[in-house]
């Protein structure tokens, strides 16, 4: 079974710069999660999914941030304009279902933003 | 905000030894987790701890659980090197939407 696909998995930007982070699930799980992690610490969550429905946005900067996931399976997070802030890393995560508990992780992508 | 906050921040071990490290949290729990987090690599789930339950074993994992003291203990026992990595918990918060915060983890390294 393939895990959660993530790309790119390495980005570097100016401050006041675009950027798109992707995220395919594994196969068949509902539940799409995006968190951003910073250096020493623990995920924070940015935004759940159910399906294609956004069910928790409460922790996401949409004055900068936004994020989509249509047909309820790939999901993008955008940033724009980026903040020098905004460096770290955003994981994308699912699991089967609201519920299931455990998540599946991708690899993450480290942004770093100059 | 984080719910959890792992102690110690940092250990070092030798090969063979047991590792232990806590959590503990502010406010009432569905369910505790476990996750590891290899450098430069996602989380993975290792072990999830129900309220109602107390003790859970796999393989070289035990996890316990003390909802009268909000904490909970992770020991790897007969650590290996492949153990270096850092470790979160991760708490829902009872009656929440079953998102679990994550706390700043433990650093392990385990030398060879």
């Known amino acids: 079974e393939a895990g959660v696909v993530q790309s790119p998995r390495y980005k570097i930007i100016e401050k006041k710069q675009p950027v798109a982070f992707w995220c395919n699930p594994i196969?068949?799980?509902?539940?799409l999660y995006w968190y951003r992690q910073n250096l020493g610490q623990g995920p924070e969550l940015l935004i759940r999914y159910e399906n294609e429905e956004a069910v928790d946005d409460s922790q996401l900067p949409k004055d900068r941030f936004s994020a989509e996931r249509l047909k309820g399976v790939d999901s993008t997070l955008k940033i724009q304009p980026a903040e020098l802030g905004d460096s770290a890393v955003y994981l994308c995560a699912s699991s089967s279902r609201t519920g299931a508990y455990e998540q599946y992780f991708g690899p993450g992508t480290r942004l770093t933003v100059t | 905000s984080q719910q959890g906050e792992e102690d110690p921040q940092a250990l070092s071990i030798q090969e063979g030894e047991n590792a232990t490290m806590n959590c503990s949290y502010k406010?009432?729990?569905?369910?505790l987790q476990w996750y590891r987090q290899n450098s430069g690599r996602g989380l993975v789930h290792l072990i999830l701890?129900?309220?109602?339950?107390r003790e859970k074993h796999s393989g070289r994992l035990r996890v316990t659980l003390d909802t009268s003291k909000k904490s909970s203990s992770l020991l790897i026992t007969a650590s290996r090197a492949a153990d270096t990595a850092s470790y979160f918990c991760a708490t829902d918060a009872a009656g929440g939407s079953y998102i679990p915060t994550f706390g700043r983890g433990t650093s392990l390294i385990v030398h060879p």
């Open positions: 196969s068949g799980h509902n539940t």
């Open positions: 406010t009432s729990i569905n369910n």
């Open positions: 701890i129900r309220s109602n339950e």
